[in-house]
């Protein structure tokens, strides 16, 4: 969810529950503030009552007042309970019962209290007319539901338009950061402005982008004269080594010791090469993407390879369609498939077999082998070696990271005897 609905739901709960509360409090004073006017009401007009009937005034003429609704009820003695107020509804008012039916039952306060006339009796009930208060309670409850809802409309709109506008800022430095690439070598440079936070967060993303191309450059320099220093010590030796070797006085056991010392040699060079390869990867370094043939490199690169599949009598078979395409640097095509077809070469049996596939949807190479000795999850990560001593342990984190890069993803799988990459690209 964006901020801005976060925002907007956020405040409009809270306004919601805040004018809810505010409603029913104001609601509750007034009603209190009105059964109490009806209360000092009724005790006053029960007064009146009582000097009028000690006055003489028949009951019956005291039903007939106009005002208040009286009813007298003789009973043949007192029970002795205290004056005590009720809730009667209007519509029990038999006179008025018509008129109710139109107009709808509204509750009317009454007070009950007994009386003795000379010798006789009376359960006195005196109803307060619906006059106005329970009406007036009414028009505020509607009169707040209505506000209410203005206000929160006016809430919703406020935060859309006003919101949008004071954090401009904010998203122009958000989008200013994604399209951000340090090897481009371009920092953001975002304007100063008159809000505080935004303008330190402009200048805080601008020293953080300078920074990381300044590292970036730095680092890329570094790696590229790493590896230019360390290729021409190394191609010295390889020749001094070379040259050794072919001196006719060396005996045997010098010979065997040359000899490892160059496949070091040898190791070194490929190790540097490979580092060289996944700093660039990281460093994004490979931005000149064309369409590929998936079809044309990958048969290139096996024919690359024909000399170790015929030396371990390999038989490949392929279902390719040839009009799949992928959008890479054409370089790192070529690493990325010489990687999984040298896995496939290095790590089969002999007299095994290689299975290509490629569809729109995947690119699956698998081949016959040993069984894995221990967690397959673990082939992806650098210098994770699968048994081989001989090997550097780089070439699936190659090709892990030029797959993460071209935003493909790669799965391995063994399944009785088949060892499988699978590269899908469908959602590109």
Sequence with gaps: ???????????????????????????????????????EHLLNEKESIEFALDDGVSPKLLENNIGDKIWIEEIPRL?????????IAQSENEEEEEEQEEEGTMNAPAIVFEYRLADKFYKITLIKLFDEDEKLVKDIVYAISISSLLMVLILVVVNIFIYKKLWGPFYKALQALKEFNVSKQ???????????????LNRSLTTMTEKSVHDYIALKEFTENASHEIQTPLA?????IEMCLQDKGLNAEQAKLLMEANHAVNTLFT??????LL?????NQFEQSSQVNVADKIISRINLFEDFIQGKEIDVNYKIDESV????????????????????????????????????ERIKIANTGKPPKDNSDKRFERFYKAGSEDSLGL?????????????????YNYNEGWHSFTIVFSSQ
């Design 1 to 39: 969810m964006k901020l801005l609905h976060k925002n907007i739901a956020v405040n409009t709960l809270a306004s919601i529950l805040i004018i809810v509360s505010s409603g029913f409090i104001t609601y509750s004073f007034v009603k209190n503030h009105f059964e109490k006017e009806a209360k």
């Design 79 to 87: 029970s002795g309970k205290k004056p005590y107020f009720k809730i």
């Design 186 to 200: 371009h920092p953001i440079h975002l304007p100063a402005i008159d809000t505080k936070e935004f303008d330190d």
């Design 236 to 240: 010295i030796i390889s020749s001094k």
């Design 271 to 276: 190790l540097n090469k490979a580092l060289v």
């Design 279 to 283: 700093t660039k990867l990281e460093n």
């Design 325 to 360: 395409h992928l959008s890479m640097d054409p370089n790192i095509a070529k690493v990325l498939f010489d990687n999984l077809i040298k896995n496939a070469v290095k790590h089969n049996v002999q007299n095994g077999k290689i299975n290509i596939e490629v569809t729109k």
């Design 395 to 411: 070439g699936l984190a190659i090709v892990k990271k030029i797959c993460e890069i071209n935003r493909l993803k790669i799965d």
